[in-house]
C-alpha cells in the first residue's frame, strides 16, 4: 500500500516480537518514523537495525506509570512530534480461576487496560494541544469479545479495551482524534508456539478457523498501518476483528 506515512511519528509497544515487531516493519515500510517500546532492551536493539535512522527503541515497563507517561516526551525528543499511537503490549496469564492470585488479575488489567489509557491520555493532551487529528489504535483480542476458559482475567482485559475504545472515540471525535481496535485471533507468533510445535493441536485448532489457515503477523502490521494514516480518516470508534471467520463461526 502506499499510504504516505513519511511524516507520521508513531508509537508501538510491545514492539520487540510478534504482531508488535510486524507492525513497526509495515509502519517503517509505509514511511513512518517509529518508537519501538518494550522491556527488552536486547530484542529492540535488534528490530531497530531494520531501519535505524527511522526506528528509536525506548525501553518501557507497561506496569510503570511513569514509564508509560514519558514514551510522549521521548518520541517529542527524539523526531519531534507524534502522529499515532498503537497500544500493542500485553500480557495472557492463564490458568483456573479459582486458583488465580487476584493479584495476577491486577497485574493483567496494569498492562492491557491501564497502560493503554494512560499513554492514549497522554498522546491526546499533545494532539488536543497541538491541533493535530491524530490516531490511537489499541491491539485487543477476540477474547475481548467472548470471553475464554482459563484466561478469565486476559478476557475481561481485552474487553473492557474494546469498552475504552468507544468512549475515546466518542469523547475526542470532537478534536479529530479517532481511536480503533483491531482483534487478533490466532496469528502465527510465540503467543502460539505450542500450537505450532504439535501437528495433531495445530490440526485441531486450524478446524475451528473456517480459513483454515493462521494469520500472519504482517497481515496486522498493514491493518494497522491503514488506521494510523489519513485514508481512514472517517474511521473511529471502529472494532476490526482478523480472526479467519472464527468468532461469527462460533
Same mark, same amino acid.
Given at each position: /500500500?502506499?499510504?504516505?506515512?513519511?511524516?507520521?511519528?508513531?508509537?508501538?509497544?510491545?514492539?520487540?516480537?510478534?504482531?508488535?515487531?510486524?507492525?513497526?516493519?509495515?509502519?517503517?515500510?509505509?514511511?513512518?518514523?517509529?518508537?519501538?517500546?518494550?522491556?527488552?532492551?536486547?530484542?529492540?536493539?535488534?528490530?531497530?537495525?531494520?531501519?535505524?535512522?527511522?526506528?528509536? $527503541?525506548?525501553?518501557?515497563?507497561?506496569?510503570?506509570?511513569?514509564?508509560?507517561?514519558?514514551?510522549?516526551? %521521548?518520541?517529542?525528543?527524539?523526531?519531534?512530534?507524534?502522529?499515532?499511537?498503537?497500544?500493542? #503490549?500485553?500480557?495472557? +496469564?492463564?490458568?483456573?480461576?479459582?486458583?488465580?492470585?487476584?493479584?495476577? /488479575?491486577?497485574?493483567?488489567?496494569? $498492562?492491557?487496560? %491501564?497502560? +493503554?489509557?494512560?499513554?492514549?491520555?497522554?498522546?491526546?493532551?499533545?494532539?488536543?494541544?497541538?491541533?493535530?487529528?491524530?490516531?490511537?489504535?489499541?491491539?485487543?483480542?477476540?477474547?475481548?469479545?467472548?470471553?475464554?476458559?482459563?484466561?478469565?482475567?486476559?478476557?475481561?482485559?481485552?474487553?473492557?479495551? /474494546?469498552?475504552?475504545?468507544?468512549?475515546? #472515540?466518542?469523547?475526542?471525535?470532537? %478534536?479529530?482524534?479517532? $481511536?480503533?481496535?483491531?482483534? +487478533?485471533? #490466532?496469528?502465527?507468533?510465540?503467543?502460539?508456539?505450542?500450537?505450532?510445535?504439535?501437528?495433531?493441536?495445530?490440526?485441531?485448532?486450524?478446524?475451528?478457523?473456517?480459513?483454515?489457515? /493462521?494469520?500472519? +503477523?504482517?497481515?496486522?502490521?498493514?491493518? $494497522?498501518?491503514?488506521?494510523?494514516?489519513?485514508?481512514?480518516?472517517?474511521?473511529?470508534?471502529?472494532? %476490526?476483528?482478523?480472526?479467519?471467520?472464527?468468532?461469527?463461526?462460533?
Amino acid at each position: /500500500m502506499d499510504l504516505n506515512l513519511a511524516d507520521k511519528v508513531v508509537i508501538v509497544t510491545g514492539a520487540s516480537r510478534g504482531l508488535g515487531e510486524a507492525i513497526v516493519k509495515d509502519l517503517v515500510d509505509e514511511g513512518a518514523s517509529v518508537i519501538a517500546a518494550a522491556r527488552s532492551e536486547s530484542a529492540l536493539k535488534e528490530i531497530s537495525k531494520y531501519a535505524p535512522e527511522r526506528i528509536a $527503541v525506548c525501553v518501557a515497563d507497561m506496569e510503570n506509570r511513569n514509564e508509560v507517561q514519558g514514551l510522549v516526551d %521521548f518520541a517529542l525528543e527524539t523526531f519531534g512530534s507524534l502522529s499515532a499511537v498503537v497500544n500493542n #503490549a500485553g500480557i495472557a +496469564p492463564a490458568g483456573k480461576f479459582v486458583e488465580t492470585d487476584i493479584e495476577i /488479575m491486577e497485574k493483567t488489567f496494569a $498492562v492491557n487496560v %491501564f497502560a +493503554p489509557a494512560i499513554l492514549a491520555k497522554e498522546a491526546a493532551k499533545y494532539f488536543i494541544e497541538s491541533g493535530i487529528e491524530g490516531s490511537i489504535v489499541n491491539i485487543a483480542s477476540t477474547s475481548g469479545l467472548k470471553g475464554k476458559a482459563l484466561l478469565v482475567g486476559y478476557s475481561a482485559s481485552k474487553g473492557a479495551m /474494546m469498552r475504552l475504545t468507544e468512549a475515546l #472515540a466518542a469523547e475526542w471525535a470532537r %478534536f479529530g482524534i479517532r $481511536v480503533n481496535t483491531v482483534a +487478533p485471533g #490466532a496469528f502465527v507468533t510465540d503467543a502460539q508456539s505450542a500450537v505450532l510445535q504439535d501437528d495433531k493441536t495445530l490440526e485441531a485448532r486450524l478446524r475451528k478457523i473456517p480459513l483454515r489457515r /493462521m494469520g500472519e +503477523p504482517s497481515e496486522i502490521g498493514a491493518l $494497522v498501518s491503514y488506521l494510523v494514516s489519513s485514508k481512514s480518516g472517517f474511521v473511529t470508534g471502529s472494532c %476490526f476483528v482478523a480472526d479467519g471467520g472464527e468468532v461469527n463461526s462460533l
